[in-house]
């Protein structure tokens, strides 16, 4: 009884888990990401920070759409040029992408993503190892856009080695994957051709890049690409002995600088990722209470249905004890019945053992004198247990004996 109870328990236990994994939320991260890339490029990164750990947070979520939230927040924080933060949710995406069934494509991402963030946090000699990590089987899994920036980096570090033919192919196929999948990221491509074509002598196409660097860096409203195109103009005048166009271009760079304050900038995400961490204590500490009064609850109420069921079982056993104890009494009356009344029915009159006796030989034909010789006794005891036989059977003969 007890074990089909908990039999049924865990069934429907089940059944609810199941019904909860069916209706647990899901996440849409092309919307997301649309969402993410508004908000960074109308610098409300504290709006970013909110809707990410919003799915963070949510217990419903599975591990694929934790690594997509965190990737978010670390593209959102390098695009900053906070590193430190930048890897730290970059780490995280790994080791909740792990936990999902899209370990090889997670794998593939997260290498990629550091091959990144080690070229911009300019650590060539990672960047030459993790280089050679990288193989043809990783890069099934990534995107156009993630491959439109590995072929900037192999550019780049072509660069250094002055293979400017090698850099310009690469910064060109760069260019044609961004153009048609992620435009606003362009001028991150554009600045770089600057410095290549000034080391080719084609100001002409350095200044030509700076131009549509600016136009899209203004297109999709990133102050920090304005700022950047003006950077690295700037060192190009530098470089060609231009002076007058490189404090003039150094003077815009100053008054963007400031107008951008990105210290400003990390001062509120730093704050906002205090209260949120806070506010995060705070939820598990209320959580763990209601755990422990649930547990506590229930561990309760099992007591108690324990209880009963003992108090309910013990009933039953004693029921059923006073239940046989008196079917036993019903069968021995019964059978006593029976016996009285076999014993009335061969006996109705109540005789002694040596009348009865005397009674049979009778009926043979004996003489007192022969009865008594055969039950060693007198003739006249033998008369006298006859006249006792007379009184009993209320008889006056031996005849009707």
Known sequence: MMIKTLLHLSIMLLMFGTFCQMYSQTYDFVEIGKKVTKHNNDSEFDQTILLLEHIIEDKKATHYERYQAYSLKYQTYKRLFIYDKANFNLDLALEEGLKSEHKELVSAQVKLEKLFLAFDSLKFDEVNQLLLAIDDEDLKYITFRTQAYYYAVLGTMELKRNELKKTEQYYKKSITLLEEHDPQNLPMIYRKQIDLYRKMNQYDKSIESFEKGLYYAKEYNIDVYVLNMYFDLTYFYKQI?????AVQTQEICNILAKEYNEGGVLGRLNVLESQLMQERIMKEEKRDRFIILSLTGSLLLVLILLLLLFRYLNRIRKNKQQLEEENERLRSDILHLFSKTESDVSNPVRLTERQTEIIELVKQGRTNKEIGNMLFVSENTVKYHLK??????????????
């Open 241 to 245: 002995g231009n002076l007058e166009k």
């Open 388 to 401: 006792n036989i007379y009184e009993v059977l209320r008889v006056n003969s031996r005849v009707k004996l």
